[in-house]
């Protein structure tokens, strides 16, 4: 007898319910042991507003099977190489969050310790003139990876930008092709079992029920299945990200296509800039301590560098997780599970990681704690790791121009945070990454060295290296990575390639 989940309700569509149910169907549905069914309501609007991706994404559609041009086609995608962060050191200040190490091989992970010993002597040159992912970025140009270790290709990694309804129609597709079912109702009521408290079933307006083994809660912020029903508590992280609403705006697409996304520090928050085949996504995220909602929404709509199309859209969030994120037999997936603001395009990973945790966690039908308990220890991890990479940006500034930054600027961080950057103050270190570390080593380097986090001294083993030599070869990599920049197609041109086959 299987001890499979003989039935696996999804309550609540968008990108979270679409993935959870592409993911299933790829992976569950080729037995007809299990059936798995998706509600949604189109009464129910979806926040939508998680279109920049970072590189995990392309593992997840890669899973999936997914032809990577028809993906271009239908969601209007773009490539995305790196970050831009503007104004957040001071004003005027731009560095890039890459996504690919810096150096033309990937073995040079120590690179950043010789341009610490050469700045110290002197020499002037940005960080990022070291990574082909940023000069790149720079120049409107892309490329793809290459698996060859000696290529100066290997050095790059890339994710996606794309309209996040458009995907989640894609994934619709797909899994209802697989055989998940879909059912178009709004969920009236929550049964639970007097038995154990476990989830029974979804009542729908009009009367219909939906019983089910195990429920995924992709409700978002209403959280009905894990908050509402099992009152799973929420740890709140507004003493260090105070950030609490969001105004956002479509606007007309820009010549030229920018193969990043950009982050704009404000006066009480930030906005974004994500641009796609057809418009550009923007959003301002802000305090509503520091900022009135008329004030913000008219910030947004001052810094758009295209016509807007149609009025903006407001969004209010409370940052931080649930204490569990699988209670009984439900597992919150998307924002029922957290909310992290998208400065570093992290909305969609967590949903990613959710799912593929589960699967690595599967639920039987004589269930386990130890499972739940497993799954509960990953994924606050990666919420916790992801926090601490978004509020270095907050801490590591040196803007003093309104009480904002005042803020943040003073505030206290996380223990772990701390110890990181202290290690990183000393000699330029960062330790290893966890398990469900989503951001690597060179990715800590490029935020703290974008944010003047500049160590007091650099690793002495650097000094085995005669100084000269070093001079030579990193302004021949200079030269190298610019010089092949410089030969990329631009964005539009490699993206009208891919989708042609080319």
């Known amino acids: 007898m299987s001890i499979l989940p003989r039935s696996i309700v999804i309550a609540g569509g968008g990108t979270a319910g679409w993935m959870a149910a592409a993911a299933l169907s790829r992976w569950l549905l080729k037995t007809k042991a299990c059936q798995v069914t998706l509600v949604e309501s189109p009464e129910i609007r979806t926040v939508g507003v998680g279109e920049a991706t970072i590189p995990p994404i392309r593992a997840f559609n890669e899973f999936l099977g997914i032809d990577e041009a028809d993906f271009f086609r239908q969601t209007q995608a773009t490539y995305k190489l790196s970050i831009q962060f ?59 990876a290459s698996p060859d270790p000696k290529s100066i290709f290997s050095t790059l990694g890339s994710a996606y930008q794309f309209d996040a309804a458009l995907y989640a129609q894609y994934l619709r597709r797909y899994a209802e092709q697989r055989g998940v ?76 296509l920018t193969p990043y996304t950009r982050s704009t520090a404000q006066k009480a928050g930030w906005q974004w800039r994500i641009p796609l085949q057809h418009r550009i996504g923007n959003g301002y995220v802000y305090s509503s301590k520091y900022i009135g909602d008329e004030e913000a929404m008219a910030s947004l709509l001052a810094n758009l560098d295209t016509q807007a199309l149609g009025e903006p ?26 909310f992290l603001e998208p400065l570093e395009s992290t909305s969609i990973h967590l949903i990613q990681s959710s799912i593929l945790t589960l699967l690595v966690n599967f639920p039987s039908l004589t269930g386990d704690e130890a499972d739940a308990a497993q799954y509960n220890r990953n994924i606050a991890q990666d919420f916790e790791n992801i926090r601490d990479f978004v509020i270095l940006h907050y801490k590591a500034t040196e803007r003093n121009d309104s009480p904002f930054w005042d803020y943040v600027r003073a505030m206290d961080v996380p223990e772990t945070l701390q ?65 092949t920049a410089e030969a990329l197609p631009t964005h539009d041109e490699f993206i009208a390639r891919r989708i042609g086959g080319v």
């Open 86 to 144: 503007r104004d957040w050191l001071r004003l005027g200040h731009t560095y890039y969050h890459p996504f690919g190490v810096h150096g033309t091989t990937p073995d040079f992970a120590h690179l950043h310790q010789f341009w610490l010993k050469l700045r110290q002597l002197g020499d002037t040159t940005p960080f990022d003139d070291y990574s082909l992912c940023a000069v790149a970025s720079m120049l409107n140009k892309c490329a793809d």
């Open 181 to 256: 079912a879909r059912i178009e109702g709004k969920i009236a009521d929550v049964q639970l079992r007097g038995s154990d408290g476990h989830i029974e079933a979804l009542m729908l307006d009009g009367g219909r029920r939906l019983d089910a083994d195990f429920f995924i809660d992709c409700t978002g912020f209403r959280a009905l299945l894990i908050g509402q029903a099992l009152k799973t508590p929420y740890e709140e992280w507004t003493h260090w990200l105070p950030c609490d609403r969001a105004y956002t705006v479509h606007s007309a697409r820009a010549e030229p």
């Open 313 to 338: 859209w407001q969004l209010r969030f409370t940052t931080g997780r649930r204490t569990k994120f699988w209670n009984k037999n439900c597992v919150a997936v998307g924002l029922s599970s957290g």
């Open 419 to 483: 110890q990181k950057i202290d290690l990183f103050r000393s000699h330029g270190r960062v330790p290893p990454p966890s398990t469900y570390d989503v951001f690597k080593y060179s990715e800590w380097i490029a935020v703290m060295l974008g944010q003047n986090i500049i160590p007091r001294a650099y690793d002495p083993m650097v000094d085995v290296e005669d100084i000269d030599e070093v001079r030579r070869r990193f302004a021949a990599m200079r030269a190298h990575i610019r010089m």
